[in-house]
């Protein structure tokens, strides 16, 4: 049985999840993605795995109702952004209701429910990586049986959630402006053996750290990360890099705003989509410093609004090299600008001399 398009698979395990005979598994395919596998012998051929696939079965997208610039003073010194998701969960929690986000344990990225004031941190931090699924949904489907619960993920898994739960009065999702997706393989490459507290943002920097430590080869993560080499085949003709959202909330980096205040320290833009949506922004609205912007003013910065991301020219050589030759070597190999640039780079920051020239020079 073939549940979708291979490359066009999200891996958002909406089918590992649905299966009523456990005979599907997630692995790593041949360009390293997440991916459904399934054991013919057990399968009885029921089709509820490509019933609930987003592929084939679309989630209702709605236009942006409202957008604004916003962050949270509580919040925003230990996010990663605004602070407007920490806000949203604190919510939840406080009335005794869950919230399941993508937290690191174990070595892994992965989604977790929260029932604790205390486990939020966790949740904090923009996550990288695209984060394990696991039997999450089934465990909010449980979950959504006397409580209500705010899911906070990328839009495919967001799809994937709701086309698995069904219509539910007590399901909240939030989705983010997603980049795309890259591999756990190509974290679990760069990333030492051991548990702490993993970011990939702090303080204005963006780098792989692991308890403040940044991790060696975490310039090679970030680079193909955000130069686009990295991520999911899927990713460069997302269904859901548009301004019609699947989330009763969007949130992401309001980059390039202007005539607001401290933006060095982060501002979000939540677009509020739904009446869910709404209620939930205006129960956190007054701890918030908020302006209503206009939708275009966010598009210049997130282009992910209006477009998928475009993969770098030489993604093409990076899938033909990381198998071969290793996630490190084969970013060195495809992106050989970029990795001279960045050496110059950590030559220049590591002398203060150098460090002081070069600010006066900028």
Known sequence: MIICDDKKCTGCAACFNVCPKGCIAMTFNERNELSPTIDADKCVNCGACQRVCPVNKLVEKIPSAKCYACYAPEERDSSSSGGIAAELAKLFISKG???????????TVHHKIVESEEELPKLKGSKYVQSYIDDIYKQIKVKLKDKNVLFVGTPCQVAGLRNFVGRSDRLYCVDLICHGGTSHRYLDAILPKKDGELSFRKNGDIAVRLDDDVVKYSGEYIAAFLKMMSYRECCYSCRYADTERVGDITLGDFWGIKDFPETEKGVSIALVNTEKGTAMFDAIKSGLYC???????????????????IPHKHRDL?????????????????????MVKLTIKKIVFSSKLLTKLYGALR
């Open 291 to 309: 302006e209503e912007r206009q939708l275009n003013e966010a598009l210049g910065g997130n282009p992910q609004l209006s477009r998928p991301s």
């Open 97 to 107: 209701d869950c919230v399941c986000g993508a937290v690191y344990e174990n070595g």
């Open 318 to 338: 990076f899938m033909k090299t990381v198998n071969r030759k290793g996630f490190v070597k084969a970013v060195h190999k495809s992106m050989k600008k970029e």
